[in-house]
């Protein structure tokens, strides 16, 4: 949009799969009086951004999709990157949004004024104006760069994982991959054959299982198009499947057991040396981390030019790596496959609610107490989407992201039908939220399975999952309890 408005009622901030959901469910209740500010050139969030080679989606693509879009077209059982975010374009096309969206419009700041009962907001194209703000910023969007010494002065390229840098070429080259997460293990096997040398830096090794990953025939793509019902059907399946299989791998450690000897013999299978195998053996339960799908990452390792290194990064020079042993590793080009900042996200730097305080600083003094993921006390006339305890580890975030707008429409509604100034949750209601989700949350495998991860916030609260069903998440958001809510007209 060239000149957008300056004002209007809802102000998304972020046009990823959350912003892109609630505008499109903006357009279908009739409302227009919104815009969506994304500070990138195209809808598609975190599947815009990471292209790296060998970036797939690890829930099934069925499920990850939208209820109101489904797409029988899918040509894999797991959707690779491209296929994802041009379906995610074509969904935005589909139903006439992109020209709602203000691209390469980074917001900059946004202030509640309590006087006008408006946001006040700067970005990098002008400011805004707007009665309700809708954070829809994602948590997997802020690259986390290590700190290590020396990393300032290496001569070489850095990537990370999420800003792939497609005209540089890795043929030929020492490549270091700085983590073993999720990106890594795809990003691994994807690069191998091309390098002159790969070094992988695992500071702790991952569960990793099968992936179940194969090419639909084009009679299942044509079941899934004319046959009614068939896609639906089998969506639930799935998505059945997925819920009670990992709420149950969570609830009842007992069952954790035989899944990690599936993985103990995946290993053992998939790699000669015993060695090397002890070393790619995790020392955590299975499921405290993300659990990882990949057929080819515990292979690449058989190959002499792939080396796995448990040695920590003690600092980077010009042109190597030096770990804790004190080996020197040379190196021309490091791959930060290190993840995101999460729980400490620096757009919470840049909103200030009530009282002028951020939500970084409310979230510093109280930890990440946001009402159902979506409203924050001292925040009025703000929602986010994707926010802190929405987070799956076993199924499909958009799920998650369709029970967080109904709830937003809910308020919307509410606001508009009641012809409400302000809508605000009351503290004693987030407080006793949050209250309940972190006794629940202390007993799950996140919390006690012997690992640290992104999961837990500075303080060790886990602030990011959702301990249970998706369903009773989404029986949580179905109706908006304005009882839960201070509300002025
Ligand atoms: O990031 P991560 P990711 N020195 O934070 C290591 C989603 N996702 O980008 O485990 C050395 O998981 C760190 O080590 P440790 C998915 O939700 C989805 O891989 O902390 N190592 C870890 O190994 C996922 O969970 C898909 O000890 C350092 C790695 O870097 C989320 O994105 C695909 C280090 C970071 O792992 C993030 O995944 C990809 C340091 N200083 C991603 N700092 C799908 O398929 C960090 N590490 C849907």
């Not at 043929?171 to 191998?192: D, E, N």
């Amino acid at each position: 949009m060239d000149e957008p408005p300056r004002h209007v009622h809802t102000l998304v901030i972020g046009g990823g799969l959350s912003g892109l959901a609630a505008a499109i469910r903006f357009r279908t209740q009739g409302w227009s009086d919104f815009l969506v500010l994304e500070r990138g050139q195209d809808v598609g969030g975190t599947w815009r951004d990471n292209t790296y080679p060998g970036a797939a989606c690890d829930v099934p693509s069925h499920l990850y999709s939208y209820s109101f879009a489904l797409n029988p077209d899918w040509s894999r059982s797991f959707s690779p990157q491209g296929e994802i975010q041009a379906y995610v374009t074509k969904v935005a096309r589909h139903y006439g949004v992109r020209d709602r969206h203000v691209f390469g419009c980074e917001v900059l700041s946004a202030r509640w004024r309590e006087a006008s009962a408006r946001w006040d907001v700067e970005t990098t194209r002008g400011a805004f104006t707007a009665d309700v703000l809708v954070g829809a910023f994602g948590a997997l969007c802020e690259p986390s760069l290590p700190e290590i010494p020396g990393i300032e002065d290496f001569a070489g390229r850095i990537h990370h994982s999420s800003r792939w840098e497609h005209d540089y070429d890795l043929s030929g080259k020492r490549v270091a991959v700085i983590g073993t997460g999720a990106s890594a293990v795809q990003i691994v096997p994807a690069i191998a054959s091309q390098v002159a040398e790969l070094q992988v830096y695992q500071r702790t090794a991952p569960w990793v299982l099968p992936r179940l990953d194969r090419r639909y025939s084009k009679l299942e793509r044509l079941a899934c198009r004319y046959l009614p019902g068939y896609q639906r059907a089998l969506r639930a399946g799935i998505y059945w499947a997925h819920d009670v299989q990992a709420v149950a791998l969570a609830k009842v450690p007992a069952l954790l057991k035989p899944v990690e000897l599936l993985a103990r013999t995946k290993l053992r299978k998939e790699v000669a040396d015993a060695k090397l195998r002890r070393r790619l053996r995790p020392r955590y339960r299975l499921g405290c981390k993300r659990i990882l799908l990949s057929n080819t990452y515990y292979p690449t390792f058989n190959q002499e030019h792939v080396r796995l290194i448990t040695d920590g990064i003690a600092e980077v020079r010009e042109k190597s790596i030096v770990t804790a042993d004190g080996v020197e590793h040379d190196t021309d080009v490091i791959v930060c496959a290190t993840g995101f900042h999460v729980t400490d996200s620096p757009t919470y730097q840049r909103i200030f609610g009530r009282d002028g305080r951020s939500l970084a600083d409310v979230f510093d003094e109280g930890g990440l107490q946001v009402y159902k993921g979506t409203a924050i006390a001292g925040f009025p006339n703000m929602f986010l989407l994707v926010g802190p305890n929405t987070g799956l580890g076993h199924n499909s975030m958009i799920f998650m992201i369709e029970s967080q707008v109904n709830y937003l429409v809910g308020a919307l509604t509410a606001m508009k039908r009641q012809r409400l100034r302000t809508l605000e949750v009351r503290a004693s209601a987030q407080r006793e939220y949050y209250r309940e989700l972190q006794r629940k949350l202390s007993r799950s495998v996140w919390n006690t399975g012997g690992c640290s991860s992104w999961y837990l916030d500075k303080h060790g609260a886990n602030t990011t999952m959702w301990p249970g069903f998706s369903f009773a998440f989404r029986g949580i958001t179905r109706t908006f309890d304005i009882e839960a809510f201070h509300i002025s007209s």
